[in-house]
């Protein structure tokens, strides 16, 4: 996968979430709480995606190929405990009235896990 490709398919992902987040902090009113920690996880995730990706295509032309499962099971680990890290954060340093107000990045978690995993799959082939 091309830089080019990613940062398009990145934005595929991205774009949306940003677009919906916006809708949702205008139009829905008990929202509002949710957005911080909204705004947050997509920055997040982004900003690692773009990392996974340079450090990615860097192990996967190494010639070592233990390389890459190395890397992808580091990627892993590193983003489950940088996500809980992040939460915690969070939650003490903002210390909201409702622990639900992480509720919305879970399913972020989730859409960028998708998108990293079909673009690890994707440099794995090369």
Known sequence: MTHRNFLKNLAFVTLPLVALTLI?????PG????????WMSII????????????????????????????IMMVIMGKLFLSVILVIGYI??????????VL?????????????TKFMMR???S
């Not at 949702?24 to 829905?28: A, E, G, I, Q, Y």
Request: hydrophobic content about 50%; charged content about 10%.
């Open 31 to 38: 929202f509002p709480p949710y957005a911080p920690v909204t």
């Open 24 to 28: 949702l902090s205008n139009t829905v």
């Open 92 to 101: 003490y340093a903002v210390q909201p009235s409702n622990r639900l107000v």
């Open 123 to 125: 440099l794995a082939k």
């Open 44 to 71: 997040f995730f982004t900003l690692f995606s773009l990392t996974v990706h340079l450090l990615g295509t860097k192990a996967a032309a190494s010639d070592n190929k233990n390389d890459f499962i190395r890397f």
């Open 104 to 116: 919305p990045f879970i399913p972020i978690y989730i859409i960028y896990t998708i998108f990293e």
